[in-house]
């Protein structure tokens, strides 16, 4: 296996992006002189800085500065900002970040998307589709890594689902094939350290697509309460999602994600995952199990 270093992680301070610098250094055995991890605020990386990996201040904002950031690095991991609620936002931050790695000479870029961005009911998938247009326009070559939603997005409603026993959805049979937040990052390390230079588009899922009631007589069965999937509309299910807590803002961001689902947008399963890894993703079967002191109810 070539590589070509120094390699980048941008948004280390995230957890996806610790991950990718985790499964780097210990899975991969990638020297940590030849890492870089990039992140807004260098405070939060000082055990990463312990490890031997360069942390450098990287703003997305700033595009004065980006292009010193990326100095010297071969290959970039391109982690998509969290900008919800802010509509383009995320878009204009990674034009940014694609134009300062072409100035940099940055060679190769890989980028965690979503799954089937064109014409997605996703109201934010317009700055994934818009993204990875902008890396096909870039002079450096490129991998798409159109990542499935994670496992771990079942926290955001799992509070609400246990304590009242329903589970309001308007994803009516869709399925989702998801995928745990450890796997994603495991694939995205080995892109990072293959040293592949051909534009690749990667449609990461996990083992198998799963129904809402699917999904939740596996939870039931995980926190021992029963959980009835009630059907509801578009509007109920952003409703339900401010009355659950959700600014109105983020309510229509995650009741869109019923839409999608319903609509076929993230059911697709391949097995790319093991094409980058050699592995088989975790089953969602074994990650609630593993996670089950977090459902379970008194």
């Known amino acids: 296996m070539s590589h070509q270093y120094p390699i980048a992680v941008t948004g280390v301070a995230g957890q996806l992006g610790r991950q990718v610098i985790k499964y780097l250094l210990d899975n991969l055995q990638v020297p940590a002189q030849h890492i870089v991890a990039l992140t807004r605020d260098t405070t939060k990386l000082v055990e990463v800085a312990a490890q031997g990996v360069e942390v450098r201040h990287a703003d997305f904002d700033n595009t004065t ?3 010193d950031a990326f100095k010297g690095v071969q290959r970039l991991l391109l982690i998509s900002t969290d900008t919800l609620g802010l509509p383009g936002k995320r878009l204009e931050q990674h034009k940014n970040a694609i134009a300062a790695a072409e100035q940099a000479g940055v060679k190769h870029v890989i980028y965690t998307s979503m799954p089937k ?10 700055d994934h589709l818009g993204t990875e247009q902008a890396l096909a326009a870039s002079n450096m070559s490129w991998t798409i890594l159109r990542n ?10 799992t509070e609400h689902i246990l304590a009242s026993g329903q589970w309001f959805s308007a ?4 399925r989702s094939a998801h995928i745990a937040r450890a796997d994603l990052a495991l694939a995205a390390a080995h892109a990072l350290a293959s040293g592949d230079t051909t534009n690749k588009t990667y449609t990461l899922s996990g083992a198998k697509a799963y129904r809402t009631q699917d999904m939740a007589e596996l939870l039931s069965k995980v926190s021992g309460k029963p959980i009835a999937v009630v059907p509801i509309t578009d509007e109920q299910k952003q409703a339900d999602l401010t009355q659950a807590g959700l600014p109105p803002a983020l309510a229509e961001i995650f009741a869109s994600f019923d839409i999608n689902t319903r609509q076929g947008g993230v059911a697709e399963v391949t097995d790319h995952f093991k094409q980058l890894t050699g592995k088989e993703p975790t089953p969602f079967e074994q990650w609630l199990d593993a996670h089950k002191n977090l459902f379970a109810v008194a």
């Open 148 to 157: 499935n939603w994670y496992f771990e997005n079942l926290f955001m409603e």
């Open 171 to 174: 994803a009516g049979d869709g």
């Open 65 to 67: 500065t980006l292009a």
């Open 117 to 126: 961005p064109e014409g997605s009911a996703i109201t934010f998938a317009g």
